[in-house]
C-alpha cells in the first residue's frame, strides 16, 4: 500500500474515532440534561410542599368545621371578609334548577341558611360535611402538584356577581371533577390550586358504567397569611 493510501486511511479512522466520540458525548449530556430537568421538576414540587403552611390551613378548616356543628354565625363570620361568600348547588342529574347565591358578612342567619338579601335560599351550612366527626382534621391530606398548580375556576371570587358565576357552573363543575380525579378517594381532603386558592372536599367521581359526581366543596383564599372563604358548594 502506499503511503498516500496509508496516509488516507489513518485519516478515516481518525475521523470515525471522533464521530463515535461526538455521538457518546452527545448521548450523555442528553442524559444529563434529562437527569437535571427531572430533578427541577423533584425540586419544585418539594418546594412548593415547603411554602404551604399545612398547620394554618387545618386551623382554619378546624375553625370551619367547628363553627358549622355547633351553628356559631359569629365565628362562621370571623372566617369571612367584605366581598361575601357564593352558595353553589348543582344537581348533577338535572332534576332541579342549579342555584347560586351570594351572601355578605352581615347577611349571615343565626341558624346558618345562606340567605342573601333577596331571599334568595342557598345551603343550610350545619348539614355540610355531617358525619366527619371520626376523620380527625390533623389527619386531612394536602394535596399538591404541578397540575393542581396550575388549576383555576377562572372567577373572580371578590366580585359580586351571582349571574357571572352561574354561566360558569358546568365549568366549575368539570374542574372540580378534574381536581377530584387526581386522588379520587372519598374522604376530607385539600388541593392546593393557583393563585393562593384552596379546595377543602370530600366528593366522589365514579365514571363506569356512567359518569357521576357528587360531594360538598369549600373554596377559600390565603391573603396576607390569613385565610377567607371564597365559595361552598355542593354537588348532588
Not at 366549575?172 to 381536581?179: P, W
Request: hydrophobic letters at 40%; charged letters at 25%; one cysteine or more.
Amino acid at each position: 500500500m502506499c503511503k498516500h493510501s496509508k496516509l488516507v486511511l489513518a485519516v478515516l479512522c481518525i475521523a470515525l474515532l471522533m464521530s463515535s466520540c461526538n455521538s457518546t458525548s452527545t448521548k450523555i449530556d442528553s442524559e444529563v440534561n434529562e437527569s437535571n430537568i427531572n430533578k427541577v421538576d423533584i425540586n419544585r414540587d418539594k418546594n412548593v410542599l415547603n411554602t404551604i403552611d399545612e398547620q394554618g390551613i387545618k386551623d382554619f378548616l378546624n375553625k370551619f368545621m367547628t363553627s358549622i356543628k355547633n351553628v356559631d354565625s359569629q365565628a362562621f363570620k370571623d372566617l369571612m371578609d367584605e366581598d361575601g361568600v357564593y352558595s353553589i348547588t348543582y344537581f348533577i342529574d338535572e332534576r332541579d334548577p342549579n342555584v347560586v347565591v351570594h351572601v355578605f358578612k352581615d347577611q349571615i342567619r343565626d341558624d346558618l341558611v345562606l340567605v342573601n338579601s333577596e331571599n334568595k335560599v342557598g345551603i343550610t351550612l350545619d348539614s355540610l360535611f355531617s358525619g366527619n366527626d371520626e376523620y380527625p382534621i390533623e389527619d386531612i391530606p394536602i394535596h399538591t402538584s404541578k397540575d393542581l398548580s396550575s388549576e383555576s375556576f377562572n372567577i373572580d371570587w371578590h366580585v359580586y356577581n351571582e349571574s357571572m358565576v352561574e354561566e360558569k357552573l358546568n365549568d366549575i363543575n368539570r374542574i372540580c371533577q378534574k381536581i377530584n380525579l387526581t386522588n379520587n378517594v372519598y374522604i376530607p381532603q385539600v388541593f392546593v390550586l393557583m393563585d393562593n386558592i384552596f379546595a377543602f372536599a370530600k366528593s366522589s367521581s365514579v365514571l363506569e358504567p356512567y359518569p357521576e359526581f357528587t360531594g360538598e366543596w369549600v373554596i377559600f383564599e390565603s391573603i396576607d397569611g390569613e385565610y377567607k372563604l371564597r365559595a361552598i358548594m355542593k354537588f348532588e
